[in-house]
């Protein structure tokens, strides 16, 4: 008997009982191990390691179970009121633009008629008008900046 | 595949789906249920992984709570407890990176890491003291072995993974997952002969 004959035996005695180990090699494996010593004092040692290692009753304990599912719900909740921060910052964003559309051509036209009624140039009421689009919204990043954004947690993190 | 095997694989597929759905909702109640079905597993396989008992704990949280963002990334076609163990393990390795950049072979024995205490099940203290004693041995062997063999030997013969969940959960071929269960129980056979149970 070669030494590949036994590794391979030992191979099998390892993988016993594992989808896929055919009965002709559980077959091969008991004709070998009734004729071979070493082979069956090593099944027989290897059996006993995995039911040692079977037999080790490691268990959580009640209050990390507790503790995990505290903190998921929490977790959740956290997520939950993000998803509806940002629908709201989304519902938002479209409301400001659908009435950008329609009122931008409007406020061109009031200070096109401003600008000829104080009898300035046009690029002077051009530019009141540009300060009047741009000024909400640089007033509106400059509070965003300063007070954190609505997307960060109390941490400061970002979710996504 | 006869009915019976049918009944049950289809019985299976229904349940995960199940569960894929419930995460794709973030349904608290179903992770609550979830952590009660698999806490003794997850936890055990942490500490065999981690060979920490307290980092175990804190990994068992964070496990948890990437299940819960990460949810709609489980397809429910495969075992719950196949991608709740490769969650599990990746976050372990970053844990791992994070904490010294060896890594992967960090996840190898640490000398100073806390002693594996078994479960408290009220036996009496002679019973309790041959139980740390026992748990205390085999938890010895196997952070003495690399961590690889100590993975898919934990997986294989404790957590009762098929070998290619473990391939799945480890990112290994089949072939090596079979090696290092052969050398894995050749390191352990010498260190737990005549371990009682």
């Avoid at chain 2, 759905?21 to 500490?47: A, V």
Wanted: aromatic share 8%.
């Amino acid at each position: 008997m070669t030494s590949d004959i036994h590794e391979r035996a030992r191979q099998l005695i390892v993988l016993r009982g594992a989808e896929g180990f055919a009965d002709a090699q559980e077959t091969w494996l008991q004709a070998h191990l009734q004729d071979c010593d070493p082979c069956r004092e090593y099944a027989e040692a290897t059996t006993q390691v995995i039911r040692s290692l079977r037999s080790v009753p490691m268990a959580a304990t009640p209050s990390l179970v507790r503790r995990t599912q505290t903190r998921v719900r929490q977790h959740a909740q956290l997520l939950r009121q993000h998803r509806e921060r940002l629908w709201m910052v989304g519902v938002a964003c479209a409301g400001i633009g659908f009435s950008a559309a329609v009122t931008l051509p409007l406020m061109w036209k009031v200070f096109s008629w401003l600008g000829a009624w104080a009898g300035v140039s046009s690029p002077v009421w051009e530019t009141g008008f540009g300060v009047f689009v741009i000024a909400p919204a640089l007033l509106v990043s400059v509070l965003l900046l300063t007070r954190g954004t609505h997307l960060t947690d109390e941490a400061g993190r970002w979710h996504h | 595949m006869n009915a019976a095997a049918c009944y049950f694989v289809n019985g299976m597929e229904s349940e995960t789906s199940a569960i894929a759905r419930g995460l794709r909702r973030r349904d608290p109640d179903l992770l609550d249920r979830l952590i009660e079905q698999y806490q003794h597993r997850l936890l055990r396989y942490l500490i065999y992984l981690s060979g920490n008992r307290d980092l175990a704990e804190d990994l068992f949280q964070e496990t948890w709570i990437r299940v819960l963002e990460r949810g709609s990334q489980y397809d429910g076609k495969h075992e719950f407890s196949t991608w709740l163990f490769a969650v599990a393990r990746n976050l372990t390795i970053d844990q791992m990176r994070r904490k010294s950049p060896l890594s992967l072979d960090g996840l190898n024995s640490d000398e100073d890491s806390a002693p594996l205490d078994p479960m408290d099940s009220r036996p009496s203290a002679l019973e309790v003291v041959a139980q740390h004693e026992h748990a205390d041995r085999i938890g010895a062997a196997l952070v003495s072995i690399p961590a690889e063999y100590r993975e898919a030997v934990v997986l294989r013969f404790q957590e009762g993974l098929a070998l290619d969940e473990i391939a799945t959960v480890t990112g290994a071929p089949l072939g090596t997952v079979k090696s290092r269960l052969y050398r894995g129980l050749n390191l352990l056979t010498p260190l737990l002969k005549g371990a009682q149970e």
